[in-house]
């Protein structure tokens, strides 16, 4: 009996260190899955950044194609994309091709010059995680997720495309009010290019224009 129990015993600690052993190894195979992945996110940025350095002066890298790579982070690596916050990144990959594009001629009171950019631009909200929607992550390469936001993240990417906006085409649309919008000849075109701004917009800067550039013309 006494043998019994002993075997017993040996065979318990052998099963106990066996559980053990296969949630070591489990263990270690997600830490390799997830520097997997983080390896992936950081190549993928890197080439974001070597694109950037070529296009330097030449347009900058294209609107479309930046969005992409914010897909791409979203969708198939979320757990990365949520961890280091990489909705962070935008205004540092955003702000210097917004800036090369208006340089070109973009004028905000003209529909024609104005429009197509604001729609590029509305095309990073549910990517980023502002109103709209947008896909939700996976945790890894293999993509997945559902589609319900993360309040906290849509918050978040909603005020990190609001800022871009913010330092790049709301001074142009400033300095457009100011010194070319006739109230006279073109009465609607101040209210057209705030509507069309609104949904990037945060609401102090809105009735900010409306306060200190468009109420004092009108009131001329």
Sequence with gaps: HGLDRRMK???????????????????????HDKLTSLGKVTALLERVAAKMEEAEGGGGVPLDALLKVFKT????????????????????LLIPTLLSLLAQGWDPLVPSSRDPLLESLLRWRPVLGGRGGGGGGGGNDEGGGGEEENPLLAKAGEAVLQE????????????????????????HDAVS??????????????????????????AQ
């Excluded at 913010?166 to 400033?174: A, G, I, M």
Aim: with cysteine.
């Design 193 to 218: 290019l705030l509507q069309a701004l609104q949904p990037l917009l945060r609401t102090d800067d809105g009735e900010g224009l409306g306060t200190t550039v468009i109420m004092p013309k009108l």
């Design 9 to 31: 015993h040996d065979q318990a600690r052998a099963d106990n260190l066996t559980a053990s052993l296969l949630t070591l190894s489990k263990r270690v195979d997600e830490g």
């Design 73 to 92: 982070l979203k969708e198939h690596f979320w757990e990365e994309y949520v961890s280091f916050e990489l909705w962070e990144l935008a205004p540092s």
């Design 164 to 187: 871009v906006v913010r330092r790049t085409l709301l001074p142009r649309v400033r300095s457009a009010l100011t010194n070319l919008w006739c109230v006279k000849t073109q009465p």
